[in-house]
């Protein structure tokens, strides 16, 4: 009996492109407002000007990397200083719970770089080669004159949106003035044209090509959105006991919200055609879903058309759902937000915010630490005397040249009898740090052999720097070694 090798089936499908149809109303306004002003910020940011002082970088927002210090206007950041960083980005996190929590994924549908840009480059797709029609046509053509210029006029109009981006994006690390001058020149530094090729290839072909798939298969959040939902989430629903059965209404004929049996639903398919995801809303919450509301849009124009009733697709609950199922009303917009998982969220978020604003405010204007140098412990003077090094840091975060007095206290808050302070070996108590710098110095302290520190094994000291300009001062708790 003979025997055929049979091919295994494919497991995997080719991607059917996507393209939506245009609409408009009130949540497409709101993504037009939030596309403009998102991308309005992240390619003027650099550009505006903060004035620093003489000798510090005029630059509102800027992330210098040579300097190991962030600006954002007239706040600055130092290394030692990154729990800000790390405080904001958890205020991030707790902010991304909340939202979704009380509004399903409205970052991703609104706000996420991806929609932005995608959104972006599907309005820059539909300026060149028409609306769901015309591109769906285009695509099924062959390859002609026609087609080539619509695409390569395309894909020209991306790339010069993806190289702005991959410039914006570079000007936050340098002067973005210098930077733009040296780039055209050829001036630039290697890792700046890398940087550039690499964030101009991605936003090329995450908001030309892969769109929804970036979405559906790279982005983590879909799969962790679940944990943050429940039944009280508003997100965007289609109210089935409303709008099945679907199909076409006659002239006279009844529907659901006119007390009749027919669903309000005329299965035009504006709701997927809209969709950015290539989704059937109606089919109930799906993870491709970004909440866009796209599809609320283009489900009221048409209910409107055809005199229904607005809002078959809308932003709704669960627990809402269920008890318009059986004729009761459902709760109103402040009991689904102001409950008790948001409120713990929001709650979480400002107290860090909060912490943050005060540490901000309290925070020094400038760092101490002193270091004993332990090899050796101390040196025996030739008159008897003991003495103590240590290694002084002092950063100035001021925008300006500073003065500072050194004093040092014993455990009882006395300065101690018999022992001499010195810097750098000269008989003098004071020290100046240039703007924004760290100033290094190697102070001695000096006790007569009849004083108490020299004939101890270990005490402990407190060192004090003041700031002459404005008394300001700090400390840092230290030990002297005497003899043993």
Not at 74 to 93: K, N
Not at 284 to 309: F, N, R, S, V
Request: hydrophobic share 40%; with cysteine; glycine share 8%.
């Amino acid at each position: 009996m003979a025997t055929h090798d049979v091919d295994p089936p494919s497991l995997y499908a080719k991607r059917e492109p996507i393209f939506p149809r245009r609409v408009s109303g009130t949540f497409r306004n709101l993504k037009w407002l939030i596309m403009a002003v998102t991308l309005g910020v992240y390619y003027l940011t650099p550009w505006i000007r903060w004035d620093r002082g003489p000798g510090m970088p005029d630059q509102a927002v800027l992330v210098d990397l040579a300097n190991r210090r962030f600006f954002m206007f007239w706040i600055e950041i130092w290394p030692h200083e990154f729990y800000f960083v790390a405080g904001l980005l958890v205020m991030a996190g707790l902010g991304l719970f909340l939202f979704t929590s009380a509004l399903g994924r409205v970052w991703c549908g609104y706000t996420c770089p991806q929609t932005v840009w995608t959104d972006l480059y599907i309005l820059v797709e539909r300026w060149v080669e028409g609306d769901r029609n015309n591109r769906i046509r285009l695509y099924r053509q062959k390859w002609d004159l026609t087609k080539i210029r619509l695409r390569l006029t395309k894909w020209l109009l991306w790339l010069l949106i993806a190289v702005a981006t991959g410039g914006a994006w570079v000007f936050y690390f340098t002067d973005a003035p210098t930077l733009l001058k040296n780039l055209v020149t050829g001036q630039a530094h290697p890792i700046a044209y890398t940087t550039i090729a690499v964030m101009t290839a991605t936003t090329f072909l995450f908001g030309g090509f892969a769109r929804e798939q970036i979405c559906i298969y790279a982005c983590p959040w879909p799969r962790i959105q679940g944990a943050m939902m429940d039944e009280d989430t508003l997100t965007v629903a289609y109210r089935e006991w409303r709008g099945e059965p679907r199909g076409k209404i006659g002239k006279n004929e009844l529907t659901k919200s006119e007390g009749g049996e027919k669903g309000d639903c005329i299965d035009c398919m504006a709701c997927v055609n809209v969709c950015p995801m290539g989704i059937d809303i109606r089919d109930g919450q799906q993870l491709e879903c970004i909440t866009c509301a796209l599809c609320i849009d283009a489900c009221d124009e048409i209910m409107e058309k055809i005199g229904k009733p607005r809002g078959l697709i809308d932003y709704m609950a669960l627990r809402d759902e269920n008890a318009e199922k059986i004729g009761h009303e459902g709760k109103s917009l402040l009991r689904h937000v102001l409950r008790p998982r948001t409120l713990l969220y929001f709650t979480l978020w400002a107290g860090i915010g909060v912490a943050l604003v005060v540490a901000l405010f309290m925070r020094s204007p400038f760092d101490l630490t002193v270091a004993p140098i332990r090899n050796p412990l101390y040196v025996t003077m030739s008159d008897g005397s003991i003495r103590n090094a240590y290694d002084l840091r002092l950063r100035n975060k001021q925008h300006e040249e500073r003065t500072f007095q050194i004093g040092v206290t014993d455990s009882s808050g006395q300065v101690p009898e018999g022992v001499t302070l010195t810097v750098e070996g000269k008989p003098a108590d004071r020290v100046q740090v240039p703007a924004d710098k760290l100033g290094l110095e190697s102070i001695f302290l000096t006790a007569r052999p009849d004083s108490p520190l020299a004939s101890r094994e270990s005490s402990e000291l407190t060192f004090w720097v003041t700031d002459v300009t404005d008394g300001q001062k700090g400390s840092v708790a230290s030990v002297f070694h005497g003899r043993k």
